[in-house]
C-alpha cells in the first residue's frame, strides 16, 4: 500500500525559508516522477515542483529561483527547499507523482503560513 507523508511545514515571515519533506511508503518511489503541489484558499491545486526519476527538475514559474525540489531514493524521501518565501506562497502542501498524479496518494499535506 502506498503512503505519501509530508511534513515541515509551519509559520514562517516573508524572506524566511523552509524545508518540506514527503516520506513515500511502497514501491512507487523509485520508479516514478516526484511532485510538490499547493493548494492556496479558494484556489485551485497548482503543480509547484516535479523531479524525475533520473532527478530532473521543473518548477513553475512562481517559485523559479526560490524553490529546489530534490530527493533521496534510499530513503524514499522527496524534498522541497523553499527560501525567500513570500505571502503569495503560503498554502497547503502536497507530494503526489510527477507529471501525472494518482489521486488515490493523496495525504494530508502540510501547511505553509508566510506572514509577518
Known amino acids: 500500500q502506498v503512503q505519501l507523508v509530508e511534513s515541515g511545514g509551519g509559520l514562517v515571515q516573508p524572506g524566511g525559508s523552509l524545508r518540506l519533506s514527503c516520506a513515500a511508503s511502497g514501491s512507487i518511489f523509485s520508479i516514478n516522477g516526484m511532485g510538490w503541489y499547493r493548494q492556496a484558499p479558494g484556489k485551485e491545486r497548482e503543480l509547484v515542483a516535479g523531479?524525475?526519476?533520473?532527478?530532473?527538475?521543473s518548477y513553475a514559474d512562481s517559485v523559479k529561483g526560490r524553490f529546489t525540489i530534490s530527493r533521496d531514493n534510499v530513503w524514499k524521501t522527496v524534498y522541497l527547499q523553499m527560501n525567500s518565501l513570500k505571502p503569495e506562497d503560503t498554502a497547503v502542501y502536497y507530494c503526489?507523482?510527477?507529471?501525472?498524479?494518482?489521486?488515490?496518494?493523496w495525504g494530508q499535506g502540510t501547511q505553509v503560513t508566510v506572514s509577518s
Open positions: 523531479i524525475t526519476s533520473g532527478a530532473s527538475t
Open positions: 503526489n507523482t510527477y507529471p501525472f498524479v494518482r489521486d488515490p496518494y
